[in-house]
């Protein structure tokens, strides 16, 4: 069982950053996936970034050179750096990891407006 615990979120205005970050109970080390997904209110959850064991990376192509997907192994924190945000980033999202299983954290609620 892999317990994960977001932070971060907030409300923020157009062009502002913010990081989130995903603290796991399980060396991130031994976790093939972890990713940050986002969901809109009537919209499907979608991928924004992943970073795997090996440290590959990917991300949607609506975020590409604005967000950042990092890890700290010494503190098994998966981190999401978003910069340049959009009011079309307005979403809660959600940190996933996947082993043998798949688990989700709670969501943290991330609002971009003026």
């Known amino acids: 069982q892999v317990q994960l615990m977001e932070s971060g979120g907030g409300l923020v205005q157009p062009g502002g950053s913010l990081r989130l970050s995903c603290a796991t109970s399980?060396?991130?080390?031994?976790?093939?996936?972890m990713g940050w997904y986002r969901q809109a209110p009537g919209k499907q959850r979608e991928l924004v970034a992943a970073?795997?064991?090996?440290?590959?990376?990917n991300y949607a192509d609506s975020v590409k050179g604005r967000f950042t997907i990092s890890r700290d192994d010494a503190e098994n924190t998966v981190y999401l750096q978003m910069n340049s945000l959009k009011p079309e980033d307005t979403a809660v999202y959600y940190c996933?990891?996947?082993?043998?299983?798949?688990?989700w954290g709670q969501g943290t609620q991330v609002t971009v407006s003026s």
């Open positions: 970073i795997a064991s090996g440290g590959t990376t």
């Open positions: 399980e060396r991130i080390r031994n976790i093939g996936f």
């Open positions: 996933r990891a996947i082993t043998n299983y798949s688990y």
